[in-house]
């Protein structure tokens, strides 16, 4: 099997397809992937030494961007496309598999015109810009969580969303629970690029907790923008805290902790569900067509989590909740519960199922 995978530009985008590309050397040895992604150095970090063919796509952005952006993200997408070609001619795929991100555009457009088996995946609740497009072209339409605007449904099917091999079985392991004599250890994740809003929410809050004298450890993904400051305003406030840009080991920082603090990206909200680690969302409100609070209510829905729009939180209303978690440990198990009830743990599995059989009928 030789699969080309496209996508990238963000944590949400890659891991699943990081996912999919480990699952499917798993269920056939021996495969080859290529993948297709950014030069960004996030995409650069998160595929070296996965033993992936790499390639970098020169294309924009359309969404979201000002006007001359967009029109020079416009005039780039000939040149990606004529890019994509050859990396495809070259390469040989069985397979082009698109996860997200504007790279996916040229991509599956120059698999059509070579005749390649096309498939896409979407994380989110609201299918991106270029998944949307792509959706009118491709063969076969994998989701994680019921779209609105939903895609074709003669070609749609809900797998849910794959995770990194680590975090799965970590997830088999299991969480340590710990009981109300021990200090919450609170995990506080801002996505990929890190959050300030949140940060600055979190750090304010646990300094009023611990001038209380609630107890909390902190394990806090941060974004580099903010690492330094809340090194130092942790320490100055006496609060025990492990600060760092980016966290490599999500699998170890997962099990290792009672409850999340989270923005509601899709592969973060997977993750959690397969972890069982129930969570308080913040949605970032800027996320194209405010994805995230859909994304997030699906969760609350399953009373696996808590959610407050960004404007609506302050310093002490999450204090709050915080103690609140503090005091009642059987909510956080409960909420646990709900959580992993709503993970889908076969997500790769079924990924590779569709990816197979498509092959198949292309030859």
């Known amino acids: 099997m030789r699969a080309a995978i496209a996508g990238g530009g963000t944590g949400g985008h890659l891991f699943p397809g990081i996912a ?20 960004r150095l996030l995409d650069q970090q998160a595929l070296q030494g996965q033993g992936f063919q790499l390639a970098a796509l020169a294309s924009g952005a359309l969404k979201g961007r000002g006007l001359g952006a967009r029109l020079r993200a416009l005039c780039s997408q000939p040149r990606a496309i004529w890019q994509a070609r050859r990396l495809l001619r070259q390469f040989r795929p069985d397979l082009v598999f698109g996860v997200g991100g504007y790279v996916t555009g040229p991509v599956l457009v120059a698999a059509k015109t070579l005749g390649v088996p096309t498939a896409i995946h979407e994380q989110n609740s609201v299918p991106g810009l270029a998944n949307r497009l792509a959706g009118h072209f491709v063969d076969r339409i994998c989701i994680s969580l019921p779209c609105r605007p939903a895609f074709p449904a003669g070609k749609t ?9 680590e975090i799965v079985a970590a997830a088999r392991s299991g969480r340590r629970v710990r009981s109300a004599g021990e200090p919450l250890h609170l995990l506080v994740l801002g996505g990929s690029q890190g ?23 902190v394990q806090h993904q941060s974004g580099q923008a903010d690492a330094e400051r809340l090194r130092a305003g942790y320490a100055a406030a006496g609060i025990e805290a492990q600060v760092t840009p980016f ?33 308080i969302l913040v949605p970032y409100p800027y996320a194209a067509d405010d994805h995230q609070a ?22 002490e209303r999450l204090a709050a909740c915080l103690q609140d978690f503090v005091a009642d440990r059987g909510r956080l198990y409960e909420m646990g519960r709900a959580m992993r009830a709503l993970a889908r743990p076969d997500a790769a599995e079924r990924l590779v199922d569709e990816c197979l059989l498509l092959a198949a009928k292309g030859h």
């Open 294 to 315: 859909i994304n997030a209510a699906y969760y609350a829905d399953g009373h696996a989590a808590l959610v407050f729009r960004e404007h609506e939180l302050s310093p």
């Open 247 to 279: 966290i490599m080991d999500m699998a170890a920082a997962y099990a290792a902790a009672d409850l999340a603090v989270s923005r509601a990206g899709a592969t973060t909200l997977a993750e959690l569900a397969l972890m069982g680690l129930p969570a």
């Open 20 to 39: 999919l590309a480990n699952a499917l050397k798993h269920r056939e040895p021996g495969s080859e992937i290529l993948f297709i992604g950014t030069s």
């Open 157 to 165: 099917v809900q797998t849910g969303n794959p995770v990194r091999a």
């Open 195 to 217: 959050a300030h809003a949140v940060n600055e929410l979190l750090l304010a809050a646990l300094m009023l907790l611990h001038r209380q004298g609630l107890g909390i450890r």
